[in-house]
């Protein structure tokens, strides 16, 4: 007949099980140990009269979690280190957008520091974010995206993506604010005094813009309800037509970005008032913002940024993360950036993720209270 095993025996070939518990304990910050204060004899039936502080299976399961945890540490490492393992694609909008030229600004530089060719491919309209968002999450697919991603679905009404199942931000690349700009005759020189103006002319005072959801709308319209004033949008088919019109006196306002507006101002056919941007900017320094003039919290700027499909590891994230952000701090890479009335973000995914998600609670709100729709 076989002996019973004594624990006693099965202690003894426990090495290290204290350090073990130590170390897995210092990793996930909780206890290791059973959750039990007296355990159980393996082949016999009586109890230990003594709470013990590991019993043979508790030191089996730590062990396997110890390998599992090296293991995808590992993995991790191992996938960073062998991405990317084709060439790179980064889908974008029409070739000729501001989207396009800082996609292929970052598909330029990405190509050098990742050691595999970045290439831009351009779709028409929303073709781009639906292939990425149908595509393989291993970062060999990238969009170069804006505002638009989050912005039609709430404009549509329905889309066949969906941005919080769909993509995971890599990073904020951009932010480009606009000028608020009135016509020359129009007796105003602050935000208060046009908010004042719009106030005692209800449906007199219009704005320019270009297409339903464009920028320039969208910060009119922010406007309109922010400073609950009844102004009338005047839509014009592109930027360029908005802002002839403004300067021949068929209109009031507008939101436009500086670079365009900037010889007119000079010139004096129209005048600038502040900025849409949160803080103060070096793209017109000697503005003050929309918000510190009288509508504070208000803020409206056109974003761009990076994203992969969801699901794609986060070591991939990080990696082009890093590198996104380490090649737009370059004085160079910022210079050509600014030179198109944009400023340089470069997030992190943490802080991207949060501003999409702030955006999409503001826009919710003033497009459901406007009846704001993509026009066709």
């Known amino acids: 007949m076989l002996a019973t095993p004594q624990v006693a025996q099965v202690d003894k070939s426990i090495v290290n099980a204290r ?8 990793a996930f910050g909780r206890s290791c140990r059973s959750p039990c204060g007296r355990e159980q004899q393996f082949y016999g039936q009586k109890r230990c009269s003594k709470p013990r502080n590991r019993t043979y299976f508790d030191t089996l399961f730590n062990r396997a979690l110890l390998f599992c945890v090296t293991a995808t540490l590992v993995s991790a490492a191992a996938i960073a280190q062998t991405y990317p393992q084709r060439p790179v694609r980064i889908l974008s909008s029409l070739s000729g957008s501001t989207n396009d030229y800082f996609a292929r600004i970052i598909a330029q530089e990405l190509t050098t520091s990742l050691g595999r060719q970045v290439i831009v491919d351009n779709r028409v309209g929303s073709l781009s974010i639906e292939i990425v968002a149908r595509a393989a999450p291993d970062g060999h697919t990238l969009l170069s995206y804006g505002t638009p991603l989050w912005m039609l679905p709430l404009l549509r009404g329905h ?27 129009v007796p105003v020189r602050s935000v208060t005094e046009l908010m004042a103006l719009a106030q005692s002319k209800p449906g007199e005072i219009n704005y320019a813009s270009s297409l339903a959801g464009s920028a320039a709308h969208l910060a009119g319209e922010l406007f309109r309800a922010m400073a609950r004033v009844n102004i009338v949008r005047i839509p014009y088919k592109g930027m360029g037509p908005a802002l002839n019109a403004l300067i021949a006196n068929e209109v009031h306002m507008m939101f436009a970005g500086a670079p365009i507006v900037a010889p007119h101002v000079k010139a004096g056919r129209i005048r600038s008032l502040a900025i849409t941007s949160a803080q103060r900017s070096p793209l017109a320094p000697d503005l003050p913002t929309v918000a510190a003039s009288g509508l504070p919290g208000y803020e409206s700027s056109l974003i761009l940024g990076i994203f992969a499909p969801a699901k794609t590891d986060s070591t991939i994230i990080n990696r082009l993360n890093q590198e996104i952000v380490k090649l737009l701090g ?4 910022r210079e050509r950036v600014f030179r198109t009335g944009t400023e340089v973000v470069a997030s992190s995914p943490e802080k991207f993720s949060a501003k999409i998600r702030s955006e999409i609670e503001i826009w919710e709100k003033v497009i459901r209270e406007t009846g704001i729709r993509e026009e066709k």
Do not use: Y
């Not at 350090?19 to 210092?26: G, N, R, S, W, Y």
């Open 159 to 185: 889309v066949t993506w969906n941005f919080a199942r769909d993509f995971a931000p890599i990073s904020w690349t951009t932010s480009s604010p606009n000028i608020l700009v009135v016509h020359a005759s």
């Open 330 to 333: 370059r004085p160079d890479i």
């Open 19 to 26: 350090d073990e518990t130590v170390a897995l304990e210092a």
